[in-house]
């Protein structure tokens, strides 16, 4: 069931059977030349949107559309938020939810950046600790699909607006795909950190676009469909 398209009448029916929401995170980030900022976004909405759509016990939250972006925060277009300021506002988010019935909650980004995560995974720990009769998961969708995506994505080290995110927006909105931007592969001298990471990651690709098709995006978003189906019965395992 998808939350914003819910009525308080139906809201109020629905929630005594329904202990999950999902609470879908993007971000505004660029995405190389060629894919829209909000892909992060656009894709994990359309995946968890499917997946509530089938389950009358789930409800889809509004997706939460700004995140923590330090690799791209110098690029054209990218607006992110602090991780002080995504850990208060998903905790926020949570606790009105768990007022209004919920119990499960799954946090899930289509954003893999490891301070966005790290933010959703503090969060998702203080709540579980404090919140009555309460289950956390917080994770981005691309840590669920594993070797099953290998099968799919022939680039071995495909990770922004490569070939997986470009194949998912060519088969959720095609119109936004505008052309391929070039194959890269970005080299940052690890462990330091740099202020401007953009010196190092010209065309915030990390994998090659070029290798993108709407098949294997249609094959990736089933795939991660059904990851969200597994996740939300997971809760009735977790003790």
């Not at 700004?66 to 988010?93: E, M, N």
Request: hydrophobic share 40%.
């Amino acid at each position: 069931m998808i939350l914003g398209e819910t009525t308080m009448t139906e809201f109020k029916k629905a929630v005594r059977k329904a202990q999950t929401l999902i609470l879908p995170l993007g971000t505004v980030e660029a995405h190389g030349t060629h894919l829209p900022l909000n892909t992060d976004t656009l894709v994990i909405r359309e995946v968890v949107r499917k997946a509530a759509e089938r389950n009358d016990k789930v409800f889809m939250a509004p997706p939460l559309q700004y995140g923590v972006c330090t690799s791209t925060g110098d690029h054209p277009g990218t607006i992110g938020i602090s991780a002080d300021a995504l850990r208060l506002i998903v905790t926020d988010i949570v606790k009105s939810g768990h007022r209004c019935g919920f119990r499960n909650f799954l946090l899930i980004s289509g954003h893999g950046g490891s301070l966005h995560v790290a933010a959703l995974r503090e969060a998702s720990e203080s709540l579980a600790a404090t919140l009555e009769d309460t289950k956390m998961a917080a994770l981005s969708i691309y840590e669920t699909l594993g070797n099953d995506a290998r099968d799919i994505v022939e680039t071995s080290n495909d990770s922004h607006a490569g070939e997986a995110e470009t194949s998912l927006v060519m088969f959720l909105a095609p119109r936004l795909v505008k052309g391929r931007a070039k194959e890269e592969y970005p080299h940052f001298p690890r462990p330091y950190i740099l202020k401007e990471k953009v010196k190092y990651w010209k065309g915030a690709v990390w994998g090659d676009p070029g290798k993108a098709t709407r098949e294997k995006g249609e094959a990736l978003f089933n795939l991660m469909v059904d990851k969200v189906e597994v996740l939300v019965k997971g809760f009735d395992k977790v003790r």
